[in-house]
């Protein structure tokens, strides 16, 4: 079973930048690919960045792009997910979780994923 935990978030300004972690407690981390996904107040769950097994050709939604960037260090066992230029509509609950897909658009459906993190709360005042 993989377990997951998030972590780096918090309350910033607008225009100010976060990190979050994503820590998985799971054997051969690194065959997993991996998304992050957030959920606004009376909001459904979005997509927002997905990191293949690989490594390579990652994911955004168009409304982060050019402002996240998705990375891995799998010798940690981690995804983290730089957030720069954080805009007050960026606020929600983040999430991360296990895709059971390997690769491709099939990382932008919440569907393809298997295990999710409890989400970590970030806040963008404006």
């Known amino acids: 079973q993989v377990q997951l935990a998030e972590s780096g978030g918090g309350l910033v300004q607008a225009g100010g930048s976060l990190r979050l972690a994503c820590a998985a407690s799971?054997?051969?981390?690194?065959?997993?690919?991996v998304g992050w996904f957030r959920q606004a107040p009376e909001k459904e769950r979005e997509f927002v960045s997905a990191?293949?097994?690989?490594?390579?050709?990652?994911l955004y939604a168009d409304s982060v792009k050019g402002r996240f960037a998705i990375s891995r260090d799998n010798a940690k066992n981690t995804v983290y997910l730089q957030m720069d230029s954080l805009k007050p509509e960026d606020t929600a609950v983040y999430y991360c979780a296990t895709a059971v897909v390997g690769g491709g658009g099939a990382l932008r459906s919440s569907s393809n994923y298997a295990y999710w993190g409890q989400g970590t709360q970030v806040t963008v005042s404006s």
């Open positions: 799971v054997r051969a981390f690194s065959r997993y690919s």
């Open positions: 990191i293949p097994w690989s490594g390579s050709s990652p």
